[in-house]
């Protein structure tokens, strides 16, 4: 990988207008069939997960979480019952749209440039992680995924492979996921006082089940000075026996690591 660019303020900003134009000419102008949100539950569950909301993080004020959460309160009911018809897609953004000040949305926890700062708007990528993740048990087909392009925290406490999330910053940086299935899938999303949790619900009965595991890890040193990770997340294709069926690629990641990763244990 090559050393970081340092780009200027006035770069970002003009880059930033640039592609939120693009990205709602494409929702206006591309052909495609976005889902909706329809309330009635569909009977079958395929996958569900849960994240805690509280971690405790090397220099992160609590009160950035807690603005997350209120974050997450006010986006999740915009994908609440989201249903994907056949032939349809998910966009994250176009559901949730703009977090502005205005709406409700307070300063919370983002990732710029391998810092932690704050915007408003923070911490929603919690809930696009956990609808990766939930959507890679699943036959949809992600079309559209972004994840950070430094890692800033180490493995402590991880409970997933690295690179199995999905950053979002909004509208550019979108999850979009498409139903090339025959059967409707529903997103539903759980708040309690510790935890989030997503499921995907069908029409139909899961007829597969998959496990997600990690492939070819390493972690380098790189000439210009820093480090660097990579990886494959791949699954296991399984028939509801536990047979396995395939192994199927599901993304590669590459990042910069902000921290040592051969420093040992004090």
């Not at 890679?136 to 493995?155: A, K, N, Q, S, W």
């Not at 979108?174 to 006082?193: C, G, R, V, W, Y």
Request: aromatic letters at 12%; proline letters at 5%; glycine letters at 8%.
């Amino acid at each position: 990988m090559q050393k970081p660019i340092h780009r200027s303020n006035l770069r970002l900003t003009f880059g930033k207008f640039y592609f939120t134009i693009k990205r709602h000419i494409k929702w206006r102008t591309s052909g495609m069939k976005f889902a909706i949100q329809n309330h009635t539950p569909l009977p079958h569950q395929h996958h569900s997960h849960s994240t805690p909301l509280y971690r405790q993080l090397k220099d992160v004020d609590m009160y950035l979480q807690q603005n997350k959460v209120t974050n997450l309160k006010i986006a999740i009911p915009r994908l609440q019952n989201v249903t994907i018809l056949p032939g349809q897609t998910f966009s994250y953004w176009k559901l949730i749209g703009r977090p502005t000040k205005a709406r409700g949305y307070k300063k919370g926890m983002v990732l710029k440039s391998g810092k932690v700062t704050a915007a408003t708007g923070g911490g929603l990528c919690q809930l696009s992680n956990l609808i990766y993740w939930l959507t890679i048990h699943t036959p949809l087909t992600v079309t559209e995924r972004h994840r950070h392009g430094y890692d800033v925290f180490p493995d402590a406490g991880r409970t997933q492979p690295f690179g199995s999330g999905a950053t979002c910053f909004y509208n550019y940086g979108d999850l979009m996921i498409k139903n090339n299935t025959p059967h409707a899938f529903q997103l539903s999303l759980q708040l309690t006082e510790t935890h989030l949790t997503g499921t995907w619900l069908s029409s139909a009965t899961p007829t597969h089940k998959y496990e997600i595991y990690e492939h070819d890890h390493i972690m380098k040193s790189e000439f210009w000075g820093g480090y660097t990770r990579h990886n494959v997340i791949r699954r296991r294709k399984l028939d509801l026996s536990g047979q396995q069926i395939d192994d199927e690629f599901v993304i590669e990641n590459h990042a910069i690591m902000m921290y040592n990763p051969f420093i040992t244990e004090g």
